[in-house]
């Protein structure tokens, strides 16, 4: 599976954004899917994540309220919306793929997109 994430940018501090990953090579209907994000110097970390069949979503705490996780498994397509956004959520954010059970783990999922970068000025 490739995964192809865009709509990165920089928003001023309590803007939103879109984020979209879209797969190739084969249908992500049976992957759970994740967003993660890095900041400079920092670990990269869990944000969101949806099951397989869209019935599930979970959020990583500070995201909780503010980020939406959604797919459209016709299209092949995760998306992330981002309100309410804060300087602190600036990173590289990347969409991965995974078969198995959803976890917020990274090392855990098997595919990944090239990232793209979201950028909050206060």
């Known amino acids: 599976v490739q995964l192809q994430a865009s709509g990165g940018g920089l928003v001023q501090a309590g803007g939103s954004l879109r984020l979209s990953c879209v797969a190739s090579?084969?249908?992500?209907?049976?992957?759970?899917m994740g967003w993660f994000r890095q900041a400079p110097r920092k670990e990269r970390e869990f944000v969101a994540a949806?099951?397989?069949?869209?019935?599930?979503?979970y959020y990583e705490d500070s995201v909780k309220g503010r980020f939406t996780i959604s797919r459209d498994n016709a299209k092949n397509t995760v998306n992330l919306q981002m309100n309410s956004l804060k300087p602190e959520d600036t990173a590289v954010y990347y969409c991965?793929?995974?078969?198995?059970?959803?976890?917020?783990?990274?090392?855990?999922?098997?595919?990944w997109g090239q990232g793209t970068q979201v950028t909050v000025s206060s």
């Open positions: 090579g084969r249908t992500i209907s049976r992957y759970n």
């Open positions: 991965a793929a995974r078969s198995g059970m959803v976890v917020t783990t990274k090392a855990a999922y098997d595919y």
């Open positions: 949806i099951r397989w069949s869209g019935s599930t979503t």
